[in-house]
């Protein structure tokens, strides 16, 4: 029986790539639903699939985040896996379709879950913005503030793998992935301009994702945490991501997998996903945080 995975918002949870992947769950903030009801809905979901898996961006609202940490405590769970991610909202949701994608196959729940931070490594994701006045998640010079207020300036940032921000015509370019990925977009209240031969309202996917080369792109409805995290309702929020489900499950099958000496679980990386026990120092294996080297793709 395939790992639940669960979002924070409707809109994380992006269409299937196929007619075999599941959907997500969608955990509700504590202003929609009462404890009793949030803890009646997980209990019932852990009952019935086994193991959930929490996906949810770090600028979560803090009141949300901990009714997500009480729910897994009033229930006692370790079967419940709670994984915050320092990515754009939309990129969360890419990652959370990637983690349903692999839900099918024969990985464990213990290494689904840590795979989140894995797979984050090959997520390109940022943001064509109207203004980076109230942009703090990304370093902003202050002559790029001083652009921000001049009429129709338009920024290009990429959040992650490396922050970058580059004048939308001021001749600088953001670097894309060097394998094969599709593009994911979300559209603001924001109007692209035009860049050499794509159309005049369509930066991004005329402009970006074929200098990019990627394969396809689809919309999909801005997240409802986008606005608050780029500081701006103006933006066009974009995310490049690996779509083959054998690629995803490669890269997960060649890293060294070992077992929770706390819970037993089985887990890649520097801790488990479930319980947040690290790995014993001096355990040499592969720490996949943000900063560690990612395993190897063949280049497109």
Same mark, same amino acid.
Do not use: N
């Given at each position: 029986m395939p790992t639940a995975i669960a979002v924070t918002s409707r809109e994380l949870v992006l269409p299937p790539p196929d007619g075999q992947t599941p959907s997500a769950v969608v955990l509700r903030p504590p202003e929609e639903q009462s404890l009793d009801d949030a803890l009646a809905e997980v209990g019932a979901l852990l009952e019935h699939q086994g193991y959930l898996v929490a996906l949810y961006p770090a600028a979560t609202p803090p009141p949300f985040i901990r009714r997500l940490h009480t729910v897994r405590s009033v229930l006692e769970s370790e079967r419940m896996a709670l994984c #915050?991610?320092?990515l754009p909202p939309l990129a969360v949701a890419v990652i959370a379709r990637q983690l349903r994608?692999?839900?099918?196959? $024969?990985?464990s729940p213990g290494v689904l879950a840590c795979s989140a931070r894995l797979l984050a490594h090959y997520v390109h994701a940022g943001a064509l913005l109207g203004s980076v006045a109230k942009l $703090?998640?990304?370093p902003v010079s202050l002559t790029s503030h001083v652009k921000s207020w001049m009429p129709g =300036?338009?920024? =290009?940032?990429?959040a992650h793998p490396e922050p970058q921000l580059v004048k939308v015509g001021g001749g600088? =370019? !953001?670097p894309g992935p060097a394998f094969a990925t599709h593009m994911t977009i979300a559209r603001g209240q924001l109007t692209s301009h035009g860049h050499g031969t794509a159309p005049r309202d369509d930066w991004v996917s005329g402009a970006l994702a074929p200098s990019w080369g990627v394969g396809d792109v689809q919309e999909v409805p801005l997240p409802a945490e986008s606005a608050r995290w780029w500081g701006t309702a103006k933006l066009i929020e974009f995310a490049a991501a690996i779509p $083959? !489900?054998?690629? !995803?499950?490669q890269l997960v099958a060649s890293v060294r997998k070992e077992e929770?000496?706390?819970c037993g679980f089985e887990l890649i990386g520097d801790r488990c996903a479930f319980c947040s026990c #690290?790995? #014993?120092r001096g355990d040499e294996i592969p720490a996949l945080t943000q900063s560690a080297e990612r395993p190897a793709l063949t280049s497109r």
């Amino acid at each position: 029986m395939p790992t639940a995975i669960a979002v924070t918002s409707r809109e994380l949870v992006l269409p299937p790539p196929d007619g075999q992947t599941p959907s997500a769950v969608v955990l509700r903030p504590p202003e929609e639903q009462s404890l009793d009801d949030a803890l009646a809905e997980v209990g019932a979901l852990l009952e019935h699939q086994g193991y959930l898996v929490a996906l949810y961006p770090a600028a979560t609202p803090p009141p949300f985040i901990r009714r997500l940490h009480t729910v897994r405590s009033v229930l006692e769970s370790e079967r419940m896996a709670l994984c #915050p991610l320092e990515l754009p909202p939309l990129a969360v949701a890419v990652i959370a379709r990637q983690l349903r994608q692999l839900s099918v196959s $024969d990985i464990s729940p213990g290494v689904l879950a840590c795979s989140a931070r894995l797979l984050a490594h090959y997520v390109h994701a940022g943001a064509l913005l109207g203004s980076v006045a109230k942009l $703090d998640r990304v370093p902003v010079s202050l002559t790029s503030h001083v652009k921000s207020w001049m009429p129709g =300036a338009q920024f =290009a940032v990429l959040a992650h793998p490396e922050p970058q921000l580059v004048k939308v015509g001021g001749g600088g =370019a !953001l670097p894309g992935p060097a394998f094969a990925t599709h593009m994911t977009i979300a559209r603001g209240q924001l109007t692209s301009h035009g860049h050499g031969t794509a159309p005049r309202d369509d930066w991004v996917s005329g402009a970006l994702a074929p200098s990019w080369g990627v394969g396809d792109v689809q919309e999909v409805p801005l997240p409802a945490e986008s606005a608050r995290w780029w500081g701006t309702a103006k933006l066009i929020e974009f995310a490049a991501a690996i779509p $083959d !489900l054998s690629v !995803l499950y490669q890269l997960v099958a060649s890293v060294r997998k070992e077992e929770c000496h706390w819970c037993g679980f089985e887990l890649i990386g520097d801790r488990c996903a479930f319980c947040s026990c #690290p790995v #014993p120092r001096g355990d040499e294996i592969p720490a996949l945080t943000q900063s560690a080297e990612r395993p190897a793709l063949t280049s497109r």
